[in-house]
């Protein structure tokens, strides 16, 4: 395939704490809304934090009418909404599979671990090895299409799913595939994780206000809120999505992975390997500083990262960073970590295409040293060709997307 190829995304779908499909999640973002409650997965008592971003109680009887009975119990509950999201990303768009090479269709997911926590059972089981298995949710998407090209996760933390899309790219304009389904899924909303992440000091524990506790960019921010949920972006090459007439949602122009090499867990200081990924990403899209009229902001609402990502916009795009708009879509679904790379570049694309950019809600006490355009508390319609998509994680793994407008 030729260096030209373009990547377009032909599919796309949502399921997290402010809806079980794209609609409804993208209504309720542009609505600035938040998914954020008390704990009802367990028991919350003893521990620090007793919020999260949890979907909603009605996923299971929807996954009930969507996943057999037998299948459901070789899953976690992780892997049912991974599932579902994907096979309804792929009925929403009439895909037919047997028009397709099934040897060039692949499925590459971000996933950080498979949700086999506590909250799916404290005794083994004849499955816990089958819901243990984080490779399980790309098997079962393939299984269930009968699809014989690459199949496996990532694991590169908060940016695992934004990695997913970056290789499935690679894949198309490689050659090597003519689709790829990307995306992740994660759950950390279980007692084990949370009292890790409170040891860590990284969690809010703002249990009186939930629905204010994620406030990126705000001067009052006291850690990230756990959210779960998953997303499932379809890559196609140009040439195929043509030829079977699909409908085209945007363009994914490149892309930028990089590791800072520096700290398992802070960012490098002032936000220079955050610079260097967006930077690269450009350079890979051969897209101009210029250009960029939005970023969807890792933007996790704890002290370091939003304060280096604001810097690292600068240090990028010099006296350009003030005119563009960059927003947090974890202000209202929380950090759903190994999912938040496809969510929120599902949610750019989205933007791109409706001319509307999603609010940082909660952002009522500005920082004086975060001066940027974050789009504070309402949607804006604003008119967008090219919007980067940051993921930054934990092990100083970063990931930037850029999405063009098709």
Not at 68 to 80: E, P, W, Y
Not at 216 to 229: C, K, M, N, T
């Amino acid at each position: 395939m030729s260096k030209d190829t373009k990547i377009v995304i032909t599919g796309m779908n949502i399921i997290s704490s402010l809806g079980l499909n794209l609609q409804e999640n993208w209504e309720n973002m542009v609505a600035g809304k938040s998914g954020v409650k008390p704990i009802t997965l367990f028991d919350p008592t003893g521990l620090e934090t007793q919020i999260a971003a949890q979907v909603p109680d009605s996923f299971e009887e929807y996954a009930a009418t969507k996943v057999k009975k037998r299948k459901s119990g070789q899953m976690t509950r992780v892997t049912r909404m991974c599932f579902v999201c994907a096979t309804d990303a792929i009925e929403q768009e009439s895909i037919d599979f047997d028009s397709f090479d099934k040897s060039r269709v692949a499925v590459i997911l971000g996933v950080v671990n498979a949700g086999n926590s506590s909250i799916e059972g404290k005794e083994p089981s004849r499955n816990s090895i089958l819901k243990g298995m984080n490779n399980a949710m790309p098997a079962w998407i393939s299984m269930q299409y009968g699809l014989t090209g690459p199949s496996y996760t990532v694991a590169t933390a908060c940016s695992s799913s934004a990695y997913a899309i970056g290789l499935g790219y690679d894949l198309i304009k490689s050659g090597r595939a003519d689709m790829v389904i990307c995306g992740g899924a994660d759950s950390t909303i279980n007692p084990e994780e949370i009292a890790g992440f409170n040891q860590l000091f990284a969690l809010s524990t703002q249990n009186d206000e939930p629905r204010k506790a994620s406030k990126p960019f705000s001067e009052d921010r006291d850690g990230f809120v756990i959210g779960e949920g998953t997303g499932i972006m379809i890559l196609e090459s140009e040439a195929s999505a043509k030829k079977r007439e699909a409908t085209i949602y945007g363009e994914l122009a490149g892309y930028a992975l990089t590791t800072e090499g520096y700290n398992i867990m802070a960012p490098k200081k002032d936000g220079v390997g955050m610079a260097e990924t967006m930077e690269k990403a450009l350079v890979d899209s051969g897209i101009n500083k210029s250009e960029v009229d939005y970023i969807s902001a890792h933007g996790t609402s704890t002290m370091l990262n939003d304060l280096y990502e604001t810097m690292a916009i600068k240090k990028a795009f010099g006296d350009r960073a003030s005119s563009i708009a960059v927003s947090s879509q974890k202000s209202m679904i929380g950090h759903t970590v190994g999912a938040a790379g496809v969510i929120e570049g599902i949610v750019t694309v989205m933007s791109i295409k409706n001319n509307l950019l999603t609010p940082t809600i909660n952002l009522d006490k500005p920082d004086p040293d975060l001066d940027l355009d974050y789009v504070p508390n309402v949607s804006r319609k604003k008119n967008i060709r090219i919007a980067l998509s940051n993921s930054f994680a934990f092990g100083g793994h970063n990931a930037t997307l850029v999405f063009r407008e098709y």
